[in-house]
């Protein structure tokens, strides 16, 4: 889990796009943060509950957060 460069707090995933009910569902409940259908140039991965945003480069351990968050709301990858 990443951590807030602003603020120190920790952060949730941050995703784009069209969301899967699981996302939706996670971002209800705060495990998730959802950035729009939009995507900037170089887009944030992470955001705090004060709305900050940021771009963490360990795509791993952001790949890892995001599938255990939407799995614990139901979704599978098989």
Same mark, same amino acid.
């Given at each position: 889990?990443?951590?807030? $460069?602003?603020?120190?707090?920790?952060? %949730?995933?941050?995703?784009?796009?069209?969301? %899967? $009910?699981?996302a %939706? @569902?996670?971002?209800?409940?705060?495990?998730? @943060?959802?950035?729009?259908?939009?995507?900037? $140039?170089?887009? $944030?991965?992470?955001?705090?509950?004060?709305?900050?945003?940021?771009?963490?480069?360990?795509?791993? @351990?952001?790949?890892?957060?995001?599938?255990?968050?939407l799995? @614990?709301?139901?979704?599978?990858?098989?």
């Amino acid at each position: 889990m990443s951590s807030c $460069p602003e603020c120190g707090v920790a952060g %949730v995933p941050l995703i784009f796009g069209l969301p %899967v $009910p699981e996302a %939706v @569902a996670a971002a209800r409940s705060g495990e998730l @943060a959802l950035g729009g259908c939009l995507m900037p $140039p170089q887009p $944030p991965n992470w955001e705090c509950p004060g709305g900050h945003r940021w771009r963490d480069g360990d795509e791993t @351990a952001f790949d890892e957060r995001l599938l255990t968050v939407l799995a @614990a709301h139901g979704y599978r990858t098989d």
